[in-house]
């Protein structure tokens, strides 16, 4: 693998489910947390998972 100069690098970047939510990516990593939500726990990780086009990844 060929090694990027210190000023070739790539962004991050991520959003609060809620902040995504009317939005779609093609890859999502979405991270669980939705133990925080119980009484709204179903309709967090809907609208998390719903945010992939194509592939998403769930990180628990």
Do not use: M
Request: aromatic letters at 16%.
């Amino acid at each position: 693998p060929e090694r990027k100069g210190l000023d070739e690098f790539t962004f991050g970047y991520c959003l609060t489910v809620h902040k995504a939510q009317g939005s779609q990516w093609d890859n999502v990593y979405l991270f669980d947390e939705s133990y925080v939500f119980r009484e709204e726990r179903a309709r967090w990780l809907y609208t998390g998972l719903t945010r992939a086009a194509e592939q998403i990844t769930v990180v628990r």
